[in-house]
């Protein structure tokens, strides 16, 4: 269903949000004005009833609360979004669905695999769901690249590299729950890399082992503030990942080599068709009508907008949406096996990943210090 096709609807989808911090003015409260002829928003929550008031004045939102409970009750909205510092996740998104209310969260999903089982636990089928904003699959380049792999259009693929170098200052981590496992669930890994990862395992399927080192370099931090990691994937491909929020120079960069052809995406915080190159290999560039059909041939850019486009379209057909179930946990087993390795010192094979123990309920053992030779 495309965005422009909503017309004739009797009833709009009502939406409350939770957490009025800078993600949800930024990206959420814009993203739900373009689709104001689908959706509207009935209320806002936050600890700060300042910050409540502000937000809701400068959105012409009616509804103000200080908790998610507080905002169900009043509302019963069809939607909730959580927007609020990671460790709060769990308890909202758990709260929205036991209230009939479909759930879209920010990243990172919840702070442990177990968290994450937990909510999976409260859906319905049909919905309510839970899903999460990993809105690098959305985009045409991905959705263009994920079909050329499934039709093995380019070739078998083999190689693969997946960089989140960023640059975070010391000030960013005055920010009390930042930095901390307890509060945030992570470092880069978990905070940063999270969607270039998530796109990685989009377009090269299921993951099945990694080996990993993580660490404390320059940040005063508890989490690390690098990692890199070497990936195998089911269907044979090897990839690098690397995540750092010390890079000055900032780039977000996946790199896909297959048999026929390298396709690159750069950007930083979003891409569209421009971010994007495929390159023939030296014996495919001769076939010059099937490498020009390679790109996409509509231009939607990564974004809030199309992941929600896709949501709203999901709730009424009452089908699981994308981003979440197995889809959503996959990513966060990826980065809980990237500590486990990190921090173990031993590669993890994904079929060996536990319902129990340390990397299950935590991303990190308590007596690894980062930042300390080990």
Same mark, same amino acid.
């Given at each position: 269903?495309?965005?422009?096709?909503?017309?004739?609807?009797?009833?709009?989808?009502?939406?409350?949000?939770?957490?009025?911090?800078?993600?949800?003015?930024?990206?959420?409260?814009?993203?739900?004005?373009?689709?104001?002829?689908?959706?509207?928003?009935?209320?806002?929550?936050?600890?700060?009833?300042?910050? %409540?008031?502000?937000?809701?004045?400068?959105? =012409?939102?009616?509804?103000?609360?200080?908790?998610?409970?507080?905002?169900?009750?009043?509302? *019963?909205?069809?939607?909730?979004?959580?927007?609020? &510092?990671?460790?709060?996740?769990?308890?909202?998104?758990?709260?929205?669905?036991?209230?009939?209310?479909?759930?879209?969260?920010?990243?990172?999903?919840?702070?442990?695999?177990?968290?994450?089982?937990?909510?999976?636990?409260?859906?319905?089928? =049909?919905?309510?769901?839970?899903?999460?904003?990993?809105?690098?699959?959305? /985009?045409? /380049?991905?959705?263009?690249?994920?079909?050329?792999?499934?039709?093995?259009?380019?070739?078998?693929?083999?190689?693969?590299?997946?960089?989140?170098?960023?640059?975070? &200052?010391?000030?960013?981590?005055?920010?009390?729950?930042?930095?901390?496992?307890?509060?945030?669930?992570?470092?880069?890994?978990?905070?940063?890399?999270?969607?270039?990862? +998530?796109?990685?395992?989009? %377009?090269?399927?299921?993951?099945?082992?990694?080996?990993?080192?993580?660490?404390?370099?320059?940040?005063?931090?508890?989490?690390?503030?690098?990692?890199?990691?070497?990936?195998?994937?089911?269907?044979?491909?090897?990839?690098?990942?690397?995540?750092?929020?010390?890079? &000055?120079?900032?780039?977000?960069?996946?790199?896909?080599?297959?048999?026929?052809?390298?396709?690159?995406?750069?950007?930083?915080?979003?891409?569209?068709?421009?971010?994007?190159?495929?390159?023939?290999?030296?014996?495919?560039?001769?076939?010059?009508?099937? %490498?020009?059909?390679?790109?996409?041939?509509?231009?939607?850019?990564?974004?809030?907008?199309?992941?929600?486009?896709?949501?709203?379209?999901?709730?009424?057909?009452?089908?699981?949406?994308?981003?979440?179930?197995?889809? /959503?946990?996959?990513?966060?087993?990826?980065?809980?096996?990237?500590?486990? *390795?990190?921090?173990?010192?031993? *590669?993890?094979?994904?079929?060996?990943?536990?319902? +129990?123990?340390?990397?299950?309920?935590?991303?990190?053992?308590? *007596?690894?210090?980062?930042?300390?030779?080990?």
């Amino acid at each position: 269903m495309s965005e422009t096709a909503h017309s004739g609807r009797s009833a709009k989808i009502r939406a409350g949000l939770i957490g009025a911090g800078g993600i949800a003015t930024i990206a959420h409260l814009p993203t739900l004005k373009a689709h104001a002829d689908r959706v509207e928003v009935v209320g806002i929550a936050d600890l700060d009833p300042d910050r %409540v008031g502000q937000v809701a004045d400068e959105w =012409g939102i009616a509804g103000r609360y200080r908790s998610a409970q507080e905002l169900l009750d009043a509302e *019963s909205p069809d939607l909730l979004i959580i927007c609020t &510092p990671p460790s709060a996740h769990k308890d909202a998104a758990i709260q929205g669905l036991q209230a009939g209310a479909w759930v879209w969260c920010e990243k990172p999903p919840v702070l442990t695999l177990a968290e994450y089982d937990a909510v999976a636990a409260e859906e319905v089928e =049909g919905g309510p769901y839970a899903s999460y904003v990993y809105q690098h699959r959305f /985009g045409s /380049g991905a959705k263009t690249l994920k079909k050329q792999v499934a039709e093995s259009t380019l070739g078998r693929p083999l190689v693969a590299l997946c960089n989140t170098l960023w640059y975070r &200052p010391h000030a960013y981590y005055d920010v009390p729950w930042r930095g901390k496992w307890a509060t945030e669930g992570g470092g880069p890994a978990m905070g940063h890399g999270i969607h270039q990862i +998530d796109l990685l395992l989009e %377009v090269l399927g299921e993951w099945t082992e990694i080996t990993a080192v993580a660490e404390r370099l320059d940040r005063q931090v508890e989490t690390e503030d690098f990692s890199s990691a070497i990936v195998r994937f089911a269907n044979g491909a090897i990839a690098t990942v690397v995540t750092s929020v010390i890079s &000055p120079r900032e780039v977000s960069y996946l790199r896909f080599d297959f048999q026929d052809a390298t396709v690159e995406v750069e950007h930083l915080y979003g891409y569209d068709n421009s971010s994007w190159t495929w390159t023939p290999a030296p014996h495919a560039a001769e076939n010059l009508a099937a %490498v020009e059909a390679w790109s996409p041939q509509e231009n939607v850019p990564s974004s809030h907008r199309q992941q929600l486009a896709e949501l709203l379209d999901s709730m009424e057909a009452k089908v699981r949406p994308r981003a979440s179930g197995e889809e /959503g946990r996959r990513t966060l087993e990826f980065i809980a096996a990237l500590y486990q *390795s990190a921090e173990t010192g031993k *590669s993890v094979k994904r079929s060996e990943l536990s319902q +129990d123990g340390t990397y299950y309920t935590a991303m990190h053992d308590e *007596s690894y210090i980062y930042g300390k030779q080990n």
